[in-house]
């Protein structure tokens, strides 16, 4: 079993940056990949990116529309995932939520993978 609590969102101008975490709890999370995705009012829940563990490589994986703004990273030692935003838009604005998916194959781009979600953080991006 493995909770997660997002924080970090909040408000920022267009241009500008907001770090996201993810905390987890249990002693497994290193063993997980970990996702972000978000959803903004009246739309599907998007994929944002995706991370994989440690000992298949760290692989890192990214949404058309964020690639090139956004970088995934994780913590093991902290049980913690990050997703530094750089140059937002105001598309950007979404509620993020941060996704763990026991290790396997498959793609992490479906939220059909994961197996635990964390409660959500708003994001809001002002033009």
């Known amino acids: 079993q493995v909770q997660l609590v997002e924080s970090g969102g909040g408000l920022a101008q267009a241009g500008g940056s907001l770090r996201l975490s993810c905390a987890a709890s249990g002693h497994t999370f290193s063993r997980y990949a970990m996702g972000w995705f978000r959803q903004a009012p009246g739309k599907e829940r998007d994929f944002v990116a995706a991370?994989?563990?440690?000992?298949?490589?760290?692989?890192?994986y990214y949404g058309d529309s964020v690639k090139g703004r956004f970088t995934i990273s994780r913590d093991d030692a902290k049980n913690t995932v990050y997703l530094q935003m750089n140059s937002l838009k105001p598309e950007d604005t979404a509620v993020y939520y941060c996704?763990?998916?026991?290790?396997?194959?498959?793609?992490?781009?479906?939220?059909?993978?994961?197996?635990?979600w964390g409660q959500g953080t708003q994001v809001t991006v002002s033009s």
């Open positions: 991370i994989t563990n440690s000992w298949t490589g760290t692989n890192t």
């Open positions: 996704a763990a998916a026991y290790t396997g194959s498959g793609n992490l781009y479906t939220t059909r993978r994961y197996d635990y």
